[in-house]
Every structure is written in structure tokens, then in C-alpha cells.
């Protein structure tokens, strides 16, 4: 869960493309002109701009690290036997679930991009297998918004 923060802290840290989201759970992205608009209807902003009343010095936000979820890129999975493999169009990295382990078991490599099934089963007869192991991450993460 990320920090909450005063809509005057929102303010200063809100980055060009990030959105933040209220305890209401309305939106507002910063633009590259700065301003800062109000999400009209689930997905697109308005030119309504987020003005500061009273009630709105009062809210506490959450800030969203600049990532947009509105691309073109499908993922693919194939299933089979208690494995399951997922990857997205246009990796060239292929994850192994073997159920009931939610984290990826196996990483396949593949030298070429993989945009089809096919390509997915190319992957798995011809990719480098690479095992994965996991420990526990003990004091401080290591990833940090900037």
C-alpha cells in the first residue's frame, strides 16, 4: 500500500504522467503544462482542474507511479498438467507456474520475440530453462519511488 498524503504534499511530489487517487477514490493525473485534472469517467481526464476549497486541503491522497495501463500488450498463457505458462506479446521471457506455487517456478528465455502461441511453444522446445529460487528479502526493500 502506498503513503498517504496531504493534498498540499500530493501537490509538490505528483509527477508529469502520475495519478493520484483520494480517499473517495477519485483521480487526478499532473499534465506536462502542470495541471493537475480530475478524472471524468473512469478512464479519460477532463479539462476540469483540481481546485482548492476547504474540503479538498483536507483530503489525504495516494500517489501512483507513472505507469499506463492502457497498452496494446496481450498476454498469452498456455495450461497444461498443473503448469501453466504466461508470458506477454512481444517478450522474449516465458514464466512456468506449477500449481498450487503462485511465484514463477522457471523462466524460459527465448531469442526471438514471442507474439503467438506458437511462438510460446517454439519458446518452451527451443528457450534456455532457467530455475528460480526465492528468499525472503530481510530488512529494506530495495525498490524505492523516486
Not at 517456478?105 to 527465448?110: D, G, K, L, M, S
Not at 507474439?115 to 530495495?142: Q, S
Request: no cysteine; glycine share 6%.
Amino acid at each position: 500500500m502506498t503513503k498517504w498524503y496531504t493534498t498540499g504534499e500530493m501537490i509538490d511530489r505528483l509527477k508529469v504522467g502520475e495519478v493520484a487517487q483520494d480517499e473517495d477514490g477519485r483521480k487526478v493525473k499532473r499534465f506536462e503544462d502542470g495541471s493537475i485534472r480530475i478524472m471524468s469517467d473512469g478512464e479519460n481526464y477532463s479539462d476540469s482542474l483540481l481546485r482548492l476549497t476547504g474540503f479538498e486541503i483536507k483530503r489525504k491522497w495516494r500517489i501512483f507511479p507513472n505507469v499506463d495501463f492502457r497498452n496494446d500488450n496481450k498476454a498469452l498463457w498456455i495450461g497444461a498438467n498443473s503448469f501453466e505458462y504466461i508470458t506477454w506479446e512481444n517478450s522474449n521471457n516465458l514464466f512456468e507456474y506449477e500449481h498450487p506455487f503462485v511465484l514463477p517456478t522457471r523462466v524460459i528465455r527465448y531469442p526471438e520475440r514471442i507474439r503467438t502461441k506458437e511462438d510460446m511453444l517454439d519458446a518452451l522446445e527451443y528457450g534456455v530453462w532457467y530455475e528460480v529460487k526465492y528468499e525472503p528479502i530481510k530488512g529494506d526493500t530495495h525498490w524505492r519511488r523516486g
